[in-house]
């Protein structure tokens, strides 16, 4: 059996392939994909900066937020997996060891030592085609499952194509709530409004946040206006306001508790972090910036004013789960946060899209489907 998949071979080009689907052993399977979720990173990822900063190699069957059927599955990966053939699952990217101290530890979604010899990160999407079988990403009609991948079941209510939000959501859950620790009555800033940023808002609002600040540029209007309707008290536009003066104004001076910085590649928000947050408040960082060496920050306020800065990487299997289980008791509200599917075959018009090179389209949220869109 044979899958077509699109393989990224060089910065910004993508081209169709076709690979032999591999034998499926007792502890693997094989997963056919009904969707698979596009990102910020898959942006990134197409233009290259990821292969610049070590991050992947090239050719690489790409998508890290795929959403499918269990088409086959061997006796012993049913008994781990606790799934079975004809299961709609969503698959979480990162792969794990098991055994190390990140592991073992709680924190398998920083495991390197499961491919650590081969100079790339485990995670679907991010495998090159020349590593073993080589279907490792969801920008294909199948993938061959590892043995430690993790899964989380998709209710039948939740059609596929809104399904591949999951990770937005899950990261919204653990970056703006679980990692700065947020409480109920706090003032949040969230410097970004792409899928992450309107995700934050979603799960800041569900936490109890009692304000919750949302940034964007000018072209961004119809992303602001959906993170008002998902929970935002107030929206600043960033490239015709100043962000901090308009945050020292809601906050009457005090700053924000919480200072959120999902914008990639521009370091500009990191400084806006930092002003912006009040004395002994927590900042986090998830944007990918790409050029660590340009970014200026100003550690005398961070040691002075004793804020916390936090660095965040993926999410964990927890808020997967917490997210899909969101996905099926809110479906009306997050559905709206969804605006494209597009065909396998045209993954590369939907990234361009996406990063909002096509004039005329208003994405955020955007899906690819090997086959029928559900």
Known sequence: MKSI????????????????????????????????????SDVEQFN?????????????????????????????????????KGDRVAIAGPLNCGRCDHCLGGTHHLCRSLFATEGFLPAYGLIPTTFGHGLWGGYSEYI?????????????????????????????LRWAVAVPETAMGDTVLVLGCGQRGL????????????RIIVTGLARDSHKLALARQLGATDVIVADREDVTARVMEITAGRGVDVSIDVVPVSGIPIGVAINA?????????????????????????????????????????????????????DLALLAPMHTHEYALDDVETALKVLAGEVPGQQAISISIHPGAIN
């Open 48 to 84: 290259g900066l990821l292969a610049r900063n070590n991050t992947v190699q090239y050719p690489i069957i790409p998508g890290h937020e795929p959403v499918g059927i269990i088409e086959e599955i061997g006796p012993e990966a049913e008994a781990n997996w606790g799934v079975r």
């Open 277 to 329: 947050v009040r004395t002994g408040g927590t900042i986090v960082l998830a944007g990918i910036k790409g050029n660590p060496s340009g970014i200026a920050i100003d550690t005398d306020q961070i040691v002075k004013r004793e804020i916390t800065l936090k660095g965040v990487m993926t999410q964990t299997y927890n808020f997967y789960r917490e997210a899909v289980d969101m996905l099926s008791r």
């Open 5 to 40: 998949a699109m393989a990224q071979i060089a910065d910004r080009r993508i081209e169709k392939i076709e690979m032999e689907v591999p034998r499926v052993g007792p502890a693997e399977g094989l997963l056919r994909v009904e969707a698979c979720g596009l990102c910020g």
């Open 144 to 172: 061959h499952l590892h043995p430690r991948t993790l899964f989380c079941k998709i209710p039948d209510n939740v059609p596929a194509r809104l399904a591949t939000m999951y990770q937005a959501l899950a990261a919204g």
């Open 199 to 210: 995700a934050s808002v979603v799960a800041l609002k569900r936490a109890g946040a009692g």
